[in-house]
């Protein structure tokens, strides 16, 4: 008896030991998914060297909107409830900013669902400096069930592309980097037909590359001036490649009339060649006639 009564003990214990590891075990998979950052309020979206990695950048004034997705991540067939419920969802920037999402709140989420929070805010420089990139890290809260117990948690999420305010100037420099590099990568500058064209080509080539090292150490106004130079160049290009073309045009046209006012005057003198052998033929002809016609009418001897 002594022993049956041991081992309903242990089995006791391990039960209980069970439920308690069971009652304190945590979600460990971070369910936020990748932030969408909505198409038309950023005004640029990759790789930047002065950074020296990829950013989202925003207009300094200009609103900032991103959703960010809640996963359901938690298996009922491991113990937990079909949904949870999410409390709150923000978002904390190295600079201070602590935004909270405007959704209405909480929100119910299937297993295996998403749940969208929309965050939006002012882009301001005067705060977050464009002297560097900022990080950021994204939390949401929420409520669920574990074999029957009541938990609250709180998964986070790290930035994916880091944030940028931009100034005026490194927009506008942005923009005409890429209205240079559409003209370059459509019109390299041996494209060019016309010696002017390729070389005005070739002097934009020069102006975006002191344009893009400026960029590099951050002196996006002087790298505003020599994209602009660059843009310059390469219409002026455009615009001496049409002059020749108009020209050559021209003189092309001229060519063909002449070639064809020599080939009518050697057509002609053709002709009158030809007429020249008919007649000399003619000739030749009628002198057959009249000496057929003078061997018939000479008298004969007698």
Known sequence: MKKTGKIFTLLLIALLATVILASTCKPAKASIGSYIWNPGSYVYKGYDSYYGTYIVAYLDGSMVYVTIPVYNSLDPYYGYGDNINVTDVYMVFDWGLNVSCSTDLPVTIDYGENGYFEVSFLANEDDASNAWAHIYTTYAKFNY??????????????????????????????????????????????????????????????????????????????????????????????????DTGVEMEGINMNATKKEADAAMLEAQATMNQAYGYILLGLGFVLIGIGAIVFGLRKPKPP
């Open 145 to 242: 069930t574990y074999y029957g117990y009541n938990y609250t948690s709180t998964w986070t999420s790290s930035y994916d592309y880091k944030f940028v305010v931009w100034t005026e100037d490194q927009n506008n420099a942005m923009d005409l980097s890429r209205t240079y590099s559409a003209y370059a990568n459509a019109y390299p500058p041996y494209y060019f037909s016309s010696t002017e064209g390729s070389l005005l080509a070739s002097k934009a080539a020069a102006e975006a590359s002191q344009g893009s090292a400026l960029w590099a150490v951050g002196n996006f106004t002087q790298a505003k001036t020599h994209y602009q130079n660059a843009v310059n160049y390469y219409e002026d290009a455009f615009a001496a490649e049409e």
